[in-house]
């Protein structure tokens, strides 16, 4: 969950706020950005939506891109 923990602090939130609005507990989110442990698809869908960024963004931290598409 790379870019979990680089979005959040892009957008200068602190772990307690985010896990407030996501209805989940600061540990939880703490474990998710050092992965320790994984985030259902349902709040991965939750977060993606949270933080307006691709599901593959949250996990990787690079946005998602077709290598089949001609630049």
Not at 5 to 10: D, F, V, W
Not at 11 to 33: C, G, M, P, T
């Amino acid at each position: 969950m790379k870019g979990l923990r680089e979005i959040r602090k892009r957008k200068k939130l602190n772990q307690q706020q985010v896990a407030i609005d996501l209805n989940i507990s600061r540990e939880a989110l703490s474990y998710y950005e050092n992965g320790k442990r994984e985030p259902s698809l349902k709040m991965l869908i939750t977060m993606s939506n949270y933080f307006n960024v691709s599901i593959d963004y949250l996990i990787t931290g690079k946005d998602f891109k077709d290598k089949n598409k001609i630049d």
